[in-house]
């Protein structure tokens, strides 16, 4: 099943459904392969593609300011696309100069070569004759790359990342490897890359961003019966603003009541860190929660009850070190009063025991901090086995390496890393990162937008809190638990862009986040 409508309303475009699919080397692979056996010839593809590359360098790079145009061409058709391109510009009035550091190429590039050749357009070995060029095009290598950039080459691209001038990707960065985004010993750091067709996974991982630039699609217009028919379902998605909004609980019935929005209840704090509990509480505000419980240690209560009014602060004995010694809901309360519980933020590993009890509940459960520290010592899989009601981990990479120190590294391959967590332990997890990925079992959403404001204390904690109010309220309105972990993701992502955007990177301090969140939902 490609799912590609769902859960999205029916004004869907083909637009943002394509760009919602990622895909790996070999799939992108096979659906060229099906587009052409189904007729289209290679040349026209690679015309046409060139043709909408061009009109964007044109767009950005104006022959006015940018008058001269170097332009790196690779053996495959990575390289034909920029020949293509080299003689559009050239047509355009730029000065064109190329560098094709290779004597061997496929049939289809060779021939754009010697066209461009015949046109007086000069051509190159080395990238020294460039030097002058305003602007790069490096079509060295896309999909096509199998192993490490070795000389020339990666010294012609080491020589290129000196330069200062822009550089234009086609389709990746060469020497990115497409599906890890991991660097293969060298490659170029493009100021843009324009992926071409479907979003390929390499171009999401944290490794490659350094590398990427501005990253955009440019969409050719592939068929989706294409595509549905190679990604027999999306494993892999891109978290689009039409997606997560189309998930999150934002329409309620004029004769709701406060019950029946979600009564979430946040365990954190200690008398340690007692600001961790705040920001989890002031996110989950922003969330619209319908009841919010906060269980903290008695010492802290006043600040919090000052801090967040409408809360219902449960004060609980406490450990001589200021944790949480064991939970103490008020009369008539238990843990299944609750639609959602989230624990963690500021509670120190003291507060073991407390963790015992909420794995024992049957109700969803979001662990983010010293709750995934205490799950690591529990031991993570066969602890999550136990229990009864899902369950979110968000962890970062340290604490994911804790979590599931047998899996895939998250450092080489974030993506698989994500995955194979999952699977194993049967958790929704949120690998935070500049990249958040987010998996269950079946799928994997990736949030393609931040900013690096968010790299910053407390920033997290203002998650978990938005995460839990979400999920309290998506229980009771029966929305996909993955789905809903994906949206507060991009919600949260994109307060931090609005937050940096009016007051730099700097000015983005976890409180001023949750001061953006309700403007996120204002703007979209
Ligand atoms: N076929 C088409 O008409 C289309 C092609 N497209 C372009 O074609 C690209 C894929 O083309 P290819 O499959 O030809 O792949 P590439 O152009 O990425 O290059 C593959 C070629 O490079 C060689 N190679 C791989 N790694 C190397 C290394 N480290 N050092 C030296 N040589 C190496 C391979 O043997 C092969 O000849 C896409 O990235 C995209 O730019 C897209 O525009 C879609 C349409
Ligand atoms: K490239």
């Not at 290129?160 to 750091?189: F, K, R």
């Not at 217009?221 to 189309?246: C, G, Y």
């Not at 981990?393 to 604490?399: D, F, K, Q, V």
């Not at 009016?502 to 983005?508: L, N």
Request: hydrophobic share 45%; with cysteine.
């Amino acid at each position: 099943m490609f799912n590609l409508e769902s859960p999205l309303p029916n004004t869907t475009t083909r637009h943002e459904q394509i760009s919602r699919v990622v895909v790996t080397a070999q799939q992108m692979r096979d659906i060229e392969a099906r587009i052409f056996a189904g007729g289209m010839p290679v040349a026209a593809l690679m015309e046409k593609v060139a043709g909408l590359i061009a009109r964007r360098i044109i767009e950005l790079y104006p022959r006015s300011h940018f008058p001269c145009i170097g332009i790196l061409v690779g053996p495959g058709h990575n390289g034909g696309d920029a020949l293509v391109v080299a003689r559009e510009l050239h047509f355009q009035g730029y000065d064109i100069v190329v560098c094709c550091p290779f004597s061997k190429l496929k049939d289809l590039t060779a021939q754009n070569a010697q066209y461009v050749k015949s046109l007086g357009i000069p051509v190159y070995e080395a990238l020294e004759p460039l030097a002058k060029c305003a602007v790069f095009v490096d079509g060295l290598f896309g999909f096509g790359l199998e192993r490490s950039l070795a000389s020339p080459v990666d010294r012609i691209v080491d020589q290129l990342n000196e330069w200062s001038q822009p550089v234009v990707s086609i389709d990746l960065p060469s020497g990115i490897h497409t599906d890890t985004g991991e660097v293969l010993e060298t490659a170029v750091q493009a100021t843009q890359t324009f992926c071409l067709g479907l979003w390929k996974i390499g171009l999401l991982q944290d490794q490659a961003l350094d590398y990427v630039g501005q990253a955009e699609l440019i969409d050719f217009d592939i068929p989706i019966a294409d595509i549905q028919a190679v990604l027999e379902s999306p494993k892999i998605q891109r978290i689009t603003p039409q997606s997560a909004i189309a998930t999150l609980p934002l329409k309620r019935s004029p004769v709701t009541h406060k019950y029946k929005q979600g009564h979430l209840l946040l365990i954190c704090g200690s008398r340690r860190y007692t600001g961790g509990a705040i920001l989890t509480g002031l996110g989950a505000r922003a969330s619209g929660v319908g009841m919010l419980s906060i269980a903290v240690p008695e010492s802290i209560k006043p600040l919090l009850s000052a801090q967040l009014p409408e809360a219902l602060i449960v004060g609980c004995p406490e450990t001589a070190s200021g944790a949480i010694a064991q939970l103490q809901l008020p009369e008539k309360t238990d843990l299944r009063s609750f639609d959602a519980i989230a624990c963690g933020p500021g509670l120190t590993v003291d507060a073991k025991p407390i963790l015992q009890e909420v794995m024992n509940s049957d109700r969803p459960l979001i662990l983010d901090a010293d709750g995934l520290n205490i799950l690591a010592q529990m031991g993570t899989i066969p602890t999550l086995q136990r229990r009864q009601a899902p369950t979110v981990l968000t962890p970062h990479a340290g604490e994911f390496k804790r979590l599931f120190p047998d899996t895939v590294d998250p450092t080489s391959d974030r993506i698989a890393a994500v995955r194979a967590a999952a699977a194993q332990s049967g958790a929704v997890v949120l690998l935070k990162g500049a990249r958040t990925a987010i998996a269950d079992i079946d799928y994997v959403w990736i949030n393609p937008e931040s900013t690096p404001a968010l790299a910053r204390g407390g920033s997290g904690d203002v998650l978990t809190g938005l995460l839990g109010g979400l999920i309290a309220q998506a229980t009771t309105k029966h929305i996909p638990l993955l789905e809903i972990v994906a949206s507060a993701a991009w919600w949260h992502s994109q307060a931090g862009i609005l937050a940096a955007r009016d007051r730099t990177e700097m000015g983005v301090d976890a409180f001023t986040l949750t001061q953006y969140l309700i403007s996120v939902m204002r703007s979209n």
